[in-house]
């Protein structure tokens, strides 16, 4: 038998467009009649700083324009619309540099690929981490990095280190970087799927698994996403990696055909197959429709005989990703739309005139029957007070009830809204405000509502059945804001923001915050119907 080499997963031409930070730092050498790239570990700093910073203010203007391509689909729902021309305008506020475009600001992901010919004299992995550092201590980003203190206790470490960090060593003399801030609600949606060779005797039972598997993942990731899917994998780590990449746009100059040889492709026939799934799902760009998802990814993989990893995962509306690179020309990272406005010309989607304005500010059993004038999926502007308190917030209240301790007043007098927010930039009342995935409450719902609170709950994703059960025995409610629109809720809808308990929780700490105007959506209602 002949021995043929290939890569894994081959990769065509990059046309990716670069932008320079400087020439600084880097210097051709000779040693020996060869040629090297010596490259000072400041270098390493400063790309990591600036990468991690320009990904939470700036999209690529690839993602810009799937957006704006919803505000012209004929078949795209209102609510569709509306979303997407949200997160334009997110993306334009965030483009200001001080409100990052998602509370979330991501764990930091910076993947090395270093040439055998290029030297740094220096653990890159410290120096890299020190960029990440002051990325997100200069500028007006979240620390959302828990360390542990013992099996059951941690604590956050306050500038979001650690920073995820992989270099591999590869043929030349470039140091290429793949770069991305990944926030916990789309980490949480990628799924590992230990199948074997019957998923692939026919097409109908492949697209009847990505049917119900895609389905699955529902919009508490915050879509519209880039869904990725990986066929094959030598082994079930290669195929949850490569649909990281893949979600991230990462490789979409992998070569599109099998050629026989033992690498993966790219399958451009079944991304748009993939892409009718998300369409016909109906759960749309968060609150019904079409747009569940903007792209596809899938990659075909080689395989064990003996088994079929399938691995599924999403990147968020919020989508940073980078490249970026080291070469003996200088410093360059992945070119963003540094002008967003140029992709929201249909303002009108965004008028608030029509909506029904809800008053928050009044007995909680008055704004129930005046929610329940409106059928499920129904848009809201919401005006008044909001209590903000997300995980470790309810494990707090859940061990109140528990030792007999009455809740306080609050959460039995107003809404809860399921957030955290980004650092405060001066002269605003708060940060980046968007929503948390909501599903990870449901565990305390049943015996907050049980005791008075709860009873109105904002956050963002689909509930579980319980949920629904409980807002039917106790008269509740779940109303859904837009997730990935944290700047824009920040600037435009939060009036005011006061630390009001659990201080020492940080970021997780008990808010009041009064919104006004702020858009929202039925999800389900008091009577135990829901939208999806």
Request: aromatic share 8%; net charge positive.
């Amino acid at each position: 038998m002949k021995f043929e080499y290939a890569p894994p997963m081959p990769q065509e031409k990059d046309h990716t467009k670069y932008v320079k930070l400087t020439d600084a730092y880097v210097e051709e050498i000779k040693c020996r009649g060869k040629k090297f790239l010596e490259i000072k570990p400041e270098a390493l700093r400063l790309l990591a700083r600036e990468a991690l910073t320009l990904v939470n203010f700036y999209f690529r203007a690839s993602h810009l324009e799937n957006l704006a391509s919803i505000l012209d689909d004929s078949g795209a729902s209102d609510n569709d619309r509306f979303v997407a021309a949200m997160l334009i305008k997110n993306a334009i506020i965030s483009a200001e540099g001080f409100l990052p475009l998602c509370q979330d600001t991501g764990t930091a992901n910076i993947i090395g690929y270093k040439g055998e010919n290029v030297l740094t004299g220096v653990d890159d992995a410290r120096y890299l981490s020190r960029g990440v550092y002051e990325a997100y201590t200069r500028h007006y980003l979240r620390a959302s990095q828990n360390v542990p203190l013992s099996m059951f206790e941690e604590k956050n470490s306050g500038h979001n280190l650690p920073a995820q960090i992989e270099i591999f060593g590869v043929p030349g003399s470039e140091y290429r970087f793949y770069i991305m801030a990944k926030g916990g609600g789309s980490s949480n949606k990628t799924a590992l799927y230990q199948e074997n060779k019957s998923l692939l005797r026919e097409e109908k039972t492949l697209l009847d698994f990505l049917r119900e598997k895609i389905k699955a993942i529902g919009v508490a990731a915050c879509p519209p996403y880039r869904i990725a899917v990986v066929i094959g994998g030598l082994s079930p780590e290669m195929t949850v990696k490569t649909v990281k990449l893949a979600s991230a746009g990462f490789l979409d100059n992998m070569i599109t055909r099998p050629t026989g040889l033992p690498h993966g492709y790219r399958d451009l026939e079944w991304e748009k197959k993939v892409l009718q799934i998300a369409r016909e799902t109906g759960l749309g760009a968060q609150f019904g429709g079409v747009a569940l998802a903007m792209e596809a990814r899938v990659i075909r993989l080689p395989r064990h005989g003996g088994s079929l990893p399938v691995g599924i995962g999403v990147s968020c509306n919020a989508d940073r990703n980078l490249k970026a690179k080291i070469t003996r020309h200088g410093i360059f990272v992945e070119a963003l739309e540094k002008n967003p406005a140029r992709f929201l010309k249909k303002l009108d989607v965004l008028k608030l005139e029509d909506v029904p304005a809800i008053n928050l500010d009044q007995p909680v059993d008055t704004l129930i029957a005046e929610l329940s004038r409106y059928p499920v999926g129904s848009r809201l502007k919401l005006s008044g007070t909001l209590i903000v308190a997300r995980d470790a917030a309810h494990l707090r209240l859940k061990k109140m009830l528990d030792s007999g301790q009455p809740l306080p007043e609050y959460f039995r007098n107003h809404p809860i809204y399921y957030a955290g927010p980004a650092k405060t930039p001066p002269g605003l009342p708060t940060g980046s405000f968007g929503p948390t995935s909501a599903q990870r409450m449901d565990n305390y719902v049943e015996d907050l509502m049980k005791a008075g609170a709860s009873r109105i709950m904002l956050g963002k994703g689909n509930r579980s059945e319980k949920v629904v059960e409980a807002c039917r025995r106790y008269g509740g409610f779940y109303l859904g804001t837009i997730g990935g629109a944290a700047a824009v809720i920040a600037k435009e809808h939060i009036v005011s923001s006061e630390l009001l308990d659990f201080k020492d929780l940080e970021m997780e700490a008990v808010r009041k915050i009064v919104v006004k105007d702020l858009p929202a959506f039925i999800i389900i209602d008091n009577r135990g119907h829901k939208l999806y």
